[in-house]
């Protein structure tokens, strides 16, 4: 059974940086695109950052110029790096993957979620 796995949220004051990780394991054959999303109170859960298994990023416009989004194919993780940390920054963070099973079913799979809170 595949999990996602996430862990680096925290709190941080604004300005700040942390570096979020997601982890796949059980049964993969592959794993094609993983982004991070993320959900605030009140508001609807939006993309922040994608990447291809080739590498191809695709940031939305909050995130551009402050976050940088990578992965390590060997070790079917992804990395969220985040810079220059606003207020607005503040939610949960979930993981994503698209990922072909050891059965070649393909899906979308999230990660149970890790907080993210910046203070001004």
């Known amino acids: 059974q595949v999990h996602l796995v996430e862990s680096g949220g925290g709190l941080v004051q604004a300005g700040g940086s942390l570096r979020l990780s997601c982890a796949a394991s059980?049964?993969?054959?592959?794993?094609?695109?993983m982004g991070w999303y993320r959900q605030a109170p009140g508001k609807q859960r939006e993309l922040v950052a994608a990447i291809t298994s080739g590498g191809t990023t695709n940031f939305a416009d909050s995130g551009k110029g402050r976050f940088t989004i990578s992965r390590d194919n060997a070790k079917n993780t992804v990395y969220l790096q985040m810079n220059s940390l606003k207020p607005e920054d503040t939610a949960v963070y979930y993981c994503?993957?698209?990922?072909?099973?050891?059965?070649?079913?393909?899906?979308?799979?999230w990660g149970q979620g890790t907080q993210v809170t910046v203070s001004s």
């Open positions: 059980g049964g993969i054959f592959s794993i094609n695109a």
């Open positions: 994503n993957a698209n990922i072909v099973t050891r059965y070649l079913i393909g899906g979308d799979y």
